[in-house]
């Protein structure tokens, strides 16, 4: 079930994406609008689940069922295994991490240690989290959003 502070997350995730479409794609009002939405959607599996592992592949088998165009995104959202992101897998990703649980902006760093304080710095959850912030942080786009 998506709680109150869940609801903040992906209120301020949604936020977050919008400002970021605007700096990637500035002459495109739509996009970011578009951007918004997916940040809106993009934990969608929370109400449907009882633990956080597979809330994304939960929402994104939702969201293609209802022909979502970003379907895929919600369910790849978080996945450090990805290798060539989208721009909207890019946005949200980064949206994501620089989200507080409250959806209050944070930076990666910030979020990570909110993550690490949660889970513990050794643990699986806190790991996929920094190697999916150095890929963020590695991507070319990452330079534009400064």
Same mark, same amino acid.
């Given at each position: 079930?998506?709680?109150?502070?869940?609801?903040?997350?992906?209120?301020?995730? +949604?936020?977050? *994406?919008? &400002?970021?479409?605007?700096? %990637? @794609?500035?002459? /495109?009002? =739509? !996009?970011?609008?578009?951007?918004? #939405?997916?940040?809106?959607?993009?934990?969608?599996?929370?109400?449907?689940?009882?633990?956080? +592992?597979?809330? *994304?592949? &939960?929402?994104?088998?939702? %969201? @293609?069922?209802? /022909?979502? =165009? !970003?379907?895929?995104?919600?369910? #790849?959202?978080?996945?450090?295994?990805?290798?060539?992101?989208?721009?909207?897998?890019?946005?949200?990703?980064? *949206?994501?991490?620089?989200?507080?649980?409250?959806?209050?902006?944070?930076?990666?760093?910030?979020?990570?240690?909110?993550?690490?304080?949660?889970?513990?710095?050794?643990?699986?959850?806190?790991?996929?989290?920094?190697?999916?912030?150095?890929?963020?942080?590695?991507?070319?786009?990452?330079?534009?959003?400064?």
């Amino acid at each position: 079930m998506i709680t109150q502070n869940r609801w903040q997350h992906i209120l301020g995730v +949604a936020r977050k *994406a919008k &400002v970021l479409a605007e700096k %990637l @794609k500035p002459d /495109n009002a =739509q !996009y970011a609008e578009d951007m918004f #939405l997916l940040g809106v959607m993009h934990d969608l599996g929370y109400e449907f689940m009882e633990s956080n +592992a597979s809330h *994304a592949a &939960v929402g994104g088998k939702i %969201l @293609k069922r209802n /022909n979502y =165009q !970003y379907w895929q995104e919600v369910a #790849l959202h978080g996945d450090e295994t990805v290798e060539n992101m989208s721009d909207e897998l890019f946005i949200l990703n980064c *949206a994501d991490m620089m989200t507080g649980p409250n959806g209050e902006d944070f930076t990666f760093e910030e979020r990570l240690e909110e993550i690490a304080g949660r889970f513990g710095k050794d643990t699986a959850p806190y790991q996929k989290c920094v190697i999916e912030v150095q890929k963020l942080k590695a991507d070319e786009r990452y330079k534009r959003l400064k």
